[in-house]
């Protein structure tokens, strides 16, 4: 035992006591681990190490856990999640996004396949059936006990989706490569096209912007306003637009806070719970135009949008207002680019104006300043600036005053280079 360890008794194989707390010291690959219990006597302690030997891989840092084993590729996945989720890295909303993602990846190599038996080849076989497999609209619930055969495939995976599905195999991958679960870094072997950036920098410019607004503000459903409103002048977030709340309204100060709701207050509301993307609140100054809007209809409550819907089933959202959205964008004659297109061309717009700082932007959108610039520094208009900063400054064509006095002897002016 190190001599760091000298104030630790052992009362039971690999169980310590130092004080009145106990440890599980155990030696995984070479180093010693040490693993503080909740345990209060010698029996609990013996206890609990029993159960996290069943559950090594759902517990950080488990002493039990031998990278050396060849788990399988569910158990890995778990201790995934909970690393990142542990760590800040991600929250319950994000394994939730990702859900479907890593689930039909463990329906075509196997649940219980061991991680290290996994290779480029199998990545790459996946890869390739995501391209051929096709987009499926999501079947409709049966009504009157007739039964709604499932739709037919409407299009192919776009080619986004199938990088979004390969980030997320490629970042389980190389975290299993860091914490040595595997001993090679097999993403390196699998052939990815690289796709575009073009259509995820797609946004609509001031006149599409402000006709498509013109018109919602025209439709005899107020909610479908609002959330062109909340997308379009907020850059609000489709999650946050589904759980924006009238308390979020400073109709005085005209700033809309976004904010979240945790679990328990959102219990003794009987509301869902609810948290921002990063899990950070912020302030986003109201434009007239939703000032104005709020002017004339009250905000509902307890929330903006479908106040009377709750969360149900898996749906993501408490409320899919995809449809009413996509067939009103429709009605204008613009194709369905998601609801990310309306924060988007938010950001785009005021990056490209040149009145508002990067920084402004970043703060109204939640995000941090290497993304803000990342995807909006290059709307900057920064011509003028840069011709300006060319010139000659005045000081520099004014003549020159003589000299009161003589050069000194020896002294040779340097001529201007």
Do not use: C
Request: hydrophobic share 40%.
């Amino acid at each position: 035992m190190h001599t760091e360890d000298w104030r630790y008794v052992k009362v039971a194989p690999n169980i310590f006591i130092r004080g009145n707390i106990y440890y599980l010291i155990k030696q995984v690959n070479k180093k010693r681990q040490r693993f503080q219990l909740a345990a209060k006597t010698v029996g609990q302690a013996v206890d609990e190490a029993a159960q996290l030997k069943v559950r090594a891989h759902k517990t950080v840092n488990n002493p039990f856990f031998d990278a050396r084993v060849d788990h399988p590729l569910g158990a890995v996945l778990e201790r995934f999640f909970i690393h990142k989720i542990s760590r800040g890295e991600w929250r319950e909303s994000t394994k939730r996004g990702y859900a479907q993602i890593y689930n039909n990846f463990k329906k075509f190599i196997g649940l219980d396949r061991p991680v290290t038996l996994i290779r480029a080849a199998d990545l790459q076989r996946w890869y390739d059936q995501e391209g051929r497999r096709a987009k499926v609209a999501p079947r409709r619930k049966a009504r009157r006990g007739k039964n709604i055969p499932p739709p037919p495939a409407v299009a192919p995976l776009a080619s986004e989706s199938r990088a979004t599905y390969w980030n997320a195999i490629r970042t389980f991958f190389n975290w299993a490569y860091q914490q040595k679960i595997i001993a090679e870094k097999i993403t390196a072997g699998v052939v990815v096209p690289r796709v575009s950036a073009t259509a995820r920098q797609e946004f609509y410019d001031f006149t599409a912007r402000d006709r498509i607004v013109s018109a919602a503000l025209k439709q005899p459903r107020a909610e479908l306003a609002l959330v062109i409103l909340l997308g379009f002048h907020a850059g609000l977030r489709r999650a946050e637009i589904d759980h924006a709340r009238p308390e979020w309204l400073d109709l005085t100060r005209r700033v809309i806070h976004v904010r979240n709701l945790p679990p328990a207050e959102a219990a003794r509301l009987n509301l869902d719970a609810f948290a921002t993307k990063n899990g950070r609140e912020r302030s986003v100054p109201m434009s007239s135009a939703i000032h104005k809007f709020f002017s004339a209809h009250a905000p509902q409550a307890p929330y903006l949008i479908a106040p009377d819907k709750r969360h149900r089933g898996k749906n993501r959202y408490r409320y899919d207002m995809r449809r009413p959205v996509e067939e009103f964008l429709a009605a204008q004659g613009g194709a369905w680019r998601g609801f990310h297109v309306m924060r988007r061309t938010f950001a785009s717009l005021l990056a490209s104006t040149g009145q508002v700082t990067l920084y402004e932007i970043a703060k109204w959108l939640g995000d941090t300043i290497t993304v803000t610039e990342k995807n909006y520094a290059h709307l900057l208009p920064l011509s003028h600036r840069i011709d300006a900063g060319l010139q000659t400054p005045a000081i520099f064509d004014a003549p020159t005053p003589a000299a009161p006095h003589p050069a000194p002897a020896g002294d040779t002016p340097v001529a201007a280079q």
